[in-house]
């Protein structure tokens, strides 16, 4: 597949995402991206921070850009989409994506039908704030992307090719379920392992973090090798004793672990339950220990 050169990207947003966005697309440039934020200042600091250049506005920059991003909150694209709607001039076919998880390219149709390109192109990846390890971290990556048949969907193909990553196409009515997956996946385990540590903590271990990566790491890597086959521990021997006593500390010592313990605990059951893995007896047992009042 054939890398693209844009004349200038336009990046809607200054935040994580789009930093990170414009600095990986910069070597793909003729001219430094434009970079446009709700903030003129945080605009500058995000644009000074990527070597990208701040738009004075979002008019001059959907009238200038071939390519452009859109990187802003969820709740604030259709918005945005609307203003870039009517900026955009007539003739003018600019692609335009958003890198929003939860949407397809139906939120851009607007555009679409003011004359863009669009589509969704969303990397599964966790943006913290440091765009150079973040376009590493993106080479190689997956990236979700939603667009119409043919040129559509070769575009971001290629946009994605160029990043590095790797393009799985995720279809219009499935990408709230898509996002919602790795939310769980990635969201819920910082959640996870705070709360472990915080269990760490009230039974006296100075250093959490350094008595659980071993083991995390060690169980992520089971989980993504064997699925659900990667468990182990005492739910999955069935050993009613250990979880309530588990149950009878974490309400002693540590009660605001103890919901969450629960309730991905519960989860654990349901799924032994359907594989039928352990002795019934011994899940009866469990589901009565766990059983939500």
């Known amino acids: 597949m054939t890398d693209f050169r844009s004349q200038q990207p336009g990046i809607v947003g200054a935040g994580r995402v789009a930093q990170a966005l414009a ?6 440039s003729i ?15 995000a644009a000074a921070a990527v070597g990208a250049v701040a738009g004075p506005d979002l008019d001059r920059l959907v009238a200038e850009c071939d390519l452009i991003v859109i990187a802003v909150a969820d709740d604030a694209l259709v918005e945005v989409v609307s203003r870039m709607a009517a900026a955009l001039p007539a003739g003018r076919t600019p692609f ?14 607007p555009l679409g039908k003011a004359g863009a390109m669009i589509a969704a192109i969303h990397p599964a990846m966790t943006f913290t704030g440091d765009p150079e390890n973040e376009v590493a971290r993106m080479a190689g990556a997956r990236f979700a992307i939603t667009a119409a048949a043919g040129e559509a969907i070769e575009r971001a193909r290629q946009i994605v090719a160029s990043l590095g990553g790797v393009a799985v196409e995720i279809a219009e009515d499935r990408r709230a379920l898509y996002h919602a997956a790795l939310c769980h996946a990635s969201n819920h385990l910082v959640t996870l392992i705070s709360g472990a540590a915080g269990g ?21 890597e089971n ?54 893995t352990t002795p019934s007896d011994r899940l009866t047992a469990l589901d009565s220990l766990l059983a939500v009042p």
């Not at 600095?23 to 793909?28: M, Q």
């Not at 335009?96 to 149709?109: D, K, M, N, Y």
């Not at 309530?244 to 989860?267: E, I, Q, T």
């Open 31 to 45: 001219a430094p991206p434009m970079l446009w934020g709700r903030s003129p200042e945080s605009a500058r600091d």
């Open 223 to 276: 989980g993504l090798a064997h699925g659900f086959a990667g468990l182990s521990g005492p739910l999955l021997r069935g050993d009613a004793r250990t979880i309530g006593d588990h149950l009878a500390a974490l309400a002693d010592d540590s009660p605001a672990l103890l919901p969450a313990y629960v309730a991905m605990a519960r989860a654990t059951l349901d799924e032994l339950e359907r594989r039928e």
């Open 23 to 28: 600095l990986g697309l910069k070597p793909h």
């Open 96 to 109: 335009v994506f958003h890198v929003s998880g939860r949407s397809g390219a139906a939120a851009l149709e």
């Open 200 to 220: 760490l903590k009230d039974a006296g271990v100075d250093d959490p973090a350094a008595l659980l990566a071993p083991l995390v790491r060690a169980a992520l």
